[in-house]
């Protein structure tokens, strides 16, 4: 928006000075023709003469025109210095304007390429979030190896899941393969791409009573074979009942249930029950831990994470554990023991000793 005029600013132009010694000279000399032209006519002086009356009547005439001029020579500069002073005042008010129509113009111009940077940017995060929507939705829908991939890498990206032991670009869930908290519980990783290897996703069965059992799914292999894979492992290290137990159609319900709640949280989509905190583990259906504590469905964190304590630097002990031996009215004693249980190693870390879980 442009200025008001400033008439005051208007007048600072340079100023027209009035030649008052030409008028003062004009003055004298007009003065003294018409006192001479009326001594000539009626002073008793050797000036009168029979022409007297002509001579007193071009002095008075020159006289006058003198004085006309002295008044003319003063009127002159005031004219010329309020010329100047409109000059300048219009010269300023059409500056003002062209720059005020450039503004304007260039106003129209850009407004509605930012009206259009706006839409475009709405419409790629929109896209960019339904698209990790999809891809979670996808991953019980489709389980292949790409779909189950891109469903973790698209989680992974906005930090809804974790990184798995800090290698740059990996993805870590662990989800029950089953309907039941006590359903075994599988552990995917995925692996990128390296010098030395091609990108795969590691399947885990997590038993620290047995050890791990685990399957390599590489791309272009089947999920089935994958998991019969991992039973065959699991049978080795003597968890053949609960290779029996797994189902890998939950395995992949929840896989896809889990990535699609910690993304629309991670989101802040209208309807997420989870925090937005980095999920670690599916508990059970309604269940999580995160790196906010234990989360339940309807309920919040019912645990926070400061409540599992830290580990005692240099050692395995844990300093600081504050939890309650029973859960809040409502919730599943079962579902409880096993985030209690679960969800201490997984907010708290690894200790000194790096021990695989």
Known sequence: MSKPH??????KQPKVAVRWWLVALFLLLGAVCVHLGKMIAYAETALRSDAASFWSGVCVNVGTSL??????VWFERVIVRQVRTENALAVSTAAEKAAEDAANRVTEAITPRLDELDEKFN???GSAAS????????VATLPTFESTREGLVAARDINAIAGGDGQAGSARITVPAGASPSSPRIQITFHPATDDAAEFL????????????RGTWD????????FAELAADMTRHGQAEAAHSMSPEAFFANLSSVLLDSVSARQKDDGAWMSGATV???ITNGWVTTKAGVEVKDHGVVVPASSFGSYVTGTNQVKGEELPPNPPPGLDQEAWDLAITRSG?????????????
Do not use: C, N, Y
């Open 219 to 226: 791309q272009g292999v089947a999920a089935e074979t994958v």
């Open 345 to 357: 190693r997984l907010v708290r870390g690894k200790p000194f000793h790096l021990h695989k879980w």
């Open 280 to 282: 670690l583990e599916m």
């Open 131 to 138: 698209g990790r929507l999809a891809a979670a939705e996808r």
């Open 67 to 72: 004085l006309l001029a002295a008044l003319l």
């Open 202 to 213: 590691d399947v885990a069965h997590i038993s620290g009573e047995f050890g791990m059992a």
């Open 6 to 11: 400033d008439p005051k600013g208007a007048g």
């Open 123 to 125: 419409a790629s995060a």
